[in-house]
């Protein structure tokens, strides 16, 4: 947005970013509450504020190194994974990520594709204004970022949920309340093949709780039954907070 409307105004970059921030904060306060607001707001004014001084103290005029692709993944990279981090804590960097954001709100789009709509218009201007060969850079760079930025928070996310079929159920649930200082779902059951008396877990852990987790089972029980499945979207006490909740607490 600012590259774009730096060709038209006497301003510099960095000044247009600012002052679209503010903007986009305000209308953020309004639509998406006050925590993101705050959260948004000291990142996206730090962020202006830092590219000002680096216009001052490091200049760029021109490409650092020559190769345009080798700079645009090196830049995607850095800027997903910044922007991965603060859509995970329901925050964003600014600009076009607040307006994400909103689309987030109002409709089932993962916050990656939504950034993939928004940034796609100023794209599309970007082809018009620059030429062919920076416009298809910038496509590429687009759908390269919005598919880096939902990784990243599925990754950042990512959790275990435990299924276990077993008969020790003091031995397993003493280690999940002291041990892993987690909870789980108990539900009484009765094996088919055997008809003898079991308990079927359900308990979620982290990805880096899971091996001692699974170590433990098969020591106390080798002859349970476990299934292991990936998840992302754990919501509730002990675990990450819907955006709903992080607005209205």
Known sequence: MSIITSMFVPFTRPQI?????????????????????????????????????????VPIHQSLTGNKMLELIFTLLMSSVGSAILFNLAASSGGTDIIAMIIKKYSSLQVGKALLVVDSLFTIAAIKIFGVEIGLFSILGLLMKGICVDVMIGSMNEAKLFIIISSKTEELGKFIKVDLNRSATVISAKGLYAGSDISVFLCVTSKFEQARFRSFIKKVDPYCFITILNTSSIIGKGWYSSDDQLDSD
């Open 17 to 57: 970013t600012l002052f679209y921030n503010l903007v986009l904060l305000v209308i953020g306060f309004f639509v998406i509450g006050k925590k993101f607001t705050i959260r948004t707001g000291y990142v996206a004014i730090l962020n202006s504020l830092t590219a000002l001084l680096l216009a001052r103290i």
